[in-house]
């Protein structure tokens, strides 16, 4: 199995679990696409209701990530599920706030809060 | 003289390795006998002169493994390479350690023939790399033009310039540099692919792989093929001028919906704009919106520094 490059999933219970692995650092588009593409698939599999983005594993993220993150809710919304977002840096963060996601879903500093947001009553 | 800390949990391997380096002109060798007391060592000494030039770690050790030192490392003292000694068998980790960012590996049944020359190699690197730091730290304006054909993947390696300039001059503090590249890397995105390309935001928030293919349709393809992006750079210690233009119709941004209204916050993209003006202290276009300029100021500076 090849290991992905550019983003990695592993689903707990109904729940998949998306770690973006690339800052604009580490980028070549038409691969980036094609493991998006894996994920896109995985959410709409039967298994998936929610979605956690771990932030994580990198320090900062531009619009391709916001991007992914609102197709991924879409999805997720769709299916009658949820997503929320954890471990982002400071800058991280602070990119979330500015775009207003903060509104959309739940911004969490742990994966452990994650699943518990999800767990919640939270629209 | 430059220090190598060796890291093994065995006393005869730490011997050996000692014994090995010892040959080598101008080395001080020292030894932690686990990765916890390696990790003690370097907080110890800080960043001073006494901190260690590179580590030669075991892979294999009770308590903190030889994987995670160099990530240990990496993460806090991105300065020190570390250099791995690997097992039979252990060869998948070592891969991993160093795509983690080690800066090398040495099999254990070959340390008699490989181990001095890969730690000198290492320690002309670190020399060379603390050089061109130095260098960079005496730049006083970075001033550059790039005129990109539409590679998506050029991208990277031009926020990375950009990244170490910014960074070298002393600009602003490490997190703003981030931002001023996360407004850079939006503004040329949006020249690439909506300038240049003509691509739309309702064709990037379709099938992923069917927007791949028109990128890769039109940058093949007249009259898109043949437009360029200029990105000319401007940084100095107290101010940075950032301009972006590209070849394609424009386009009017007092049009573009605010992606923070509640109305459009669940549209898909949008949102590149709206980082370039919050990351940068201001960003204008010209009259035909084919070309962005964004400042940015030296948080101590007198505003007109950037004019």
Redesign the interface.
């Known amino acids: 199995m090849i290991e992905p490059k550019y983003v990695r999933t592993e689903q707990t219970g109904e729940t998949l679990v998306v770690a973006p692995l690339f800052t604009f650092a580490t980028f070549a588009e038409a691969d980036l696409a094609s493991e998006w593409n894996v994920v896109q698939q995985q959410i709409e599999t039967p298994a998936v209701k929610n979605v956690i983005v771990d932030l994580g594993e990198i320090p900062y993220f531009g619009s391709t990530v916001l991007e992914w993150m609102v197709q991924m809710w879409k999805r997720v919304r769709a299916k009658g599920g949820k997503l929320a977002t954890c471990n982002a840096s400071p800058i991280g963060r602070e990119v979330l706030v500015t775009a207003r996601f903060d509104k959309l879903w739940g911004v969490c500093d742990t994966r452990d809060q994650a699943q518990e947001w999800l767990s919640s009553t939270h629209a | 003289m430059p220090t190598v800390l060796v890291v093994d949990d065995a006393a005869v391997d730490r011997k050996l390795v000692g014994g090995l380096l010892a040959k080598g002109k101008d080395l001080t060798v020292e030894f932690a006998a686990s990765g916890d007391e390696a990790l003690a060592r370097l907080a110890a000494t800080g960043s001073t002169a006494s901190e260690p030039s590179v580590i030669v770690t075991d892979l294999v050790m009770p308590g903190i493994s030889g994987f995670e030192l160099v990530a240990q490392v990496i993460q806090t003292y991105p300065q020190i390479p570390v250099i791995l000694m690997t097992g039979k068998g252990s060869e998948e980790i070592a891969v991993k350690a160093l795509e983690a960012g080690a800066a090398s590996y040495v099999p254990k049944a070959v340390l008699h023939q490989h181990l001095l020359a890969t730690v000198q190699d290492v320690l002309d690197m670190v020399r060379e790399r603390r050089s061109h730091a130095r260098l960079m730290g005496c730049l006083q304006r970075g001033h550059f033009t790039f005129a990109l054909a539409n590679d998506?993947?050029l991208?990277?390696s031009l926020?990375?310039h950009v990244?170490s300039v910014v960074s070298s001059i002393g600009l602003c503090d490490e997190?703003d540099v981030?931002?001023v590249?996360?407004a850079l890397?939006?503004a040329v995105?949006n020249a690439m692919f909506h300038g240049n390309l003509e691509l739309t935001s309702e064709q990037?928030?379709g099938d992923?792989?069917e927007?791949?293919r028109l990128?890769?349709d039109r940058t093949s393809r007249e009259p898109f093929a043949s437009r360029r992006l200029l990105v000319a750079v401007e940084v100095t210690p107290r101010s940075g001028k950032f301009v972006v233009r590209d070849q394609g119709p424009g386009f009017d941004p007092t049009k573009l919906p605010d992606?923070?209204d509640?109305a459009n916050?669940?549209?898909?993209?949008g949102?590149?704009l709206?980082?370039m003006r919050?990351f940068m202290d201001d960003v204008s276009f010209n009259s035909t919106g084919n070309e962005v300029t964004m400042l940015k100021r030296c948080p101590a500076a007198p505003l007109e520094a950037a004019s």
Do not use: H, M
Not at chain 2, 265 to 269: A, T
């Open positions: 998506p993947n991208i990277a926020i990375n990244q997190a981030i931002r590249c996360i890397e939006e995105r990037r928030e992923s792989a927007y791949q990128i890769d992606p923070t509640p916050l669940e549209k898909v993209s949102r590149g709206l980082l919050t």
